[in-house]
């Protein structure tokens, strides 16, 4: 196998820059069967020279597309940052609006829609439900890191290969309300979320507020963004089996709209080293 592919179309000399082209086919080469390369295989799979070759990786090493464990490299987080962005948060919010209205009228409470961004997960949309209580926390903009509230941890446990050893490196002893809290515990909790299916954040961030959160999926598989309904404990908490059921069927729906078939395996990103 090599780089070329001549189904990109006829290359315009003036506004052609070979050494770009020559990156993002590099980039390339990693997939799911190849998660790391070494200099050597790059040589042989692209087809570039072994100093072409040691030069793009060095410079992709630099500006932090690849990262280095021994003679290995692999994609950093900086990638599948875009790959979240590709999904595009505007086509994502419009495919998403609908059903999050639906969710918020039915139930009353507040739903949100979050995308990872690092250790973090960002906050996209929100729809408000009739509670007159508003969560100051979680808003159109703002942002939460990946082991607190419903939505960071629907993402989290379903890419915890990828995204946990960032997320551990900053791991503070205790949540925002001063609830304790270990690498044990979080990675309870993240199991909990998958075998259950949504994620369950009791005043972790916010005291007497509560979300469950449940993931959205991509056409690959991937989980790219998070949906979570969020409100006072007192009134989710007794609902939380219809909550969570209305929870999980409109993720499903959403993941359908963008392309994801409930047949098709997920993917759980790369493993990064912590």
């Given at each position: ?30 997939d ?83 995308v ?25 903009g ?112 959403i ?10 395996p ?9």
């Amino acid at each position: 196998m090599t780089m070329a592919d001549s189904s990109v179309g006829p290359v315009d000399p003036k506004n052609h820059i070979a050494s770009v082209e020559k990156a993002v086919r590099l980039l390339e080469l990693f997939d799911d069967e190849t998660p790391q390369l070494t200099v050597a295989e790059m040589v042989r799979r692209g087809g570039y020279t072994r100093t072409t070759t040691h030069r793009l990786v060095t410079t992709l090493e630099r500006l932090g597309w690849l990262t280095r464990s021994g003679e290995h490299y692999q994609l950093t987080l900086r990638v599948f940052r875009l790959a979240a962005m590709a999904v595009s948060p505007l086509h994502l919010r419009e495919e998403s609006r609908p059903l999050m209205s639906e969710l918020a009228a039915h139930h009353g409470e507040n739903v949100y829609l979050l995308v990872p961004d690092g250790p973090r997960a960002v906050c996209v949309e929100c729809i408000k439900g009739r509670s007159p209580v508003q969560i100051m926390a979680m808003d159109v903009g703002k942002s939460l890191p990946l082991y607190v509230g419903g939505g960071p941890l629907a993402l989290l446990a379903e890419r915890e290969a990828e995204l946990l050893p960032a997320v551990l490196e900053n791991l503070p002893d205790t949540t925002p309300t001063g609830q304790p809290q270990t690498e044990v515990d979080l990675r309870a909790k993240l199991q909990a979320a998958r075998d259950s299916g949504y994620s369950r954040s009791i005043e972790d961030v916010t005291l007497s507020v509560g979300a469950f959160g449940a993931p959205i999926f991509d056409a690959e598989g991937l989980a790219v963004a998070a949906i979570s309904v969020g409100g006072l404990v007192q009134a989710l908490v007794p609902k939380e089996p219809e909550l969570a059921r209305s929870l999980k069927e409109t993720a499903s729906k959403i993941s359908a709209k963008i392309g994801y078939q409930a047949l098709r395996p997920r993917k759980a990103g790369p493993a990064l080293d912590s």
